[in-house]
């Protein structure tokens, strides 16, 4: 079994900062990319940003500048910085890893995901 714990969500003014993480836990062999998507009510989840194993990003325009991915690949926990917080960060937002398991019968590659964590930033 494996686990994506998320925390750091709240509630921020305009402008604003907050940090969220993410952590992996359970039969881990090697977690691969991890990243971060986000839902706001009434539309369709959207990548906000993704980080490989080696470090390699890919930022939505959108947050390009104000959010900033990072890992801790000994901790399997990723994180995001939002800075300069919009009323449109307005979301809740999903941790996402692609994680290798040990399997009786091999390895085995799957997406999870966070519970989700919101972000509400008021004007």
């Known amino acids: 079994q494996v686990q994506l714990v998320e925390s750091g969500g709240g509630l921020v003014q305009a402008g604003g900062s907050l940090r969220l993480s993410c952590a992996a836990s359970g039969s881990i062999f090697r977690v691969n990319a991890m990243g971060w998507y986000r839902q706001a009510p009434g539309k369709q989840r959207e990548l906000v940003v993704t980080?490989?194993?080696?470090?390699?990003?890919n930022y939505a325009d959108s947050v390009k500048g104000r959010f900033t991915i990072s890992r801790d690949n000994t901790k399997n926990t990723v994180y995001l910085q939002m800075n300069s917080l919009k009323p449109e960060d307005t979301a809740v937002y999903y941790c996402?890893?692609?994680?290798?398991?040990?399997?009786?019968?091999?390895?085995?590659?799957?997406?999870?995901w966070g519970q989700g964590t919101q972000v509400t930033v008021s004007s």
């Open positions: 996402n890893a692609r994680i290798t398991t040990a399997q009786a019968m091999g390895v085995h590659v799957s997406d999870y």
């Open positions: 980080i490989t194993s080696g470090g390699t990003t």
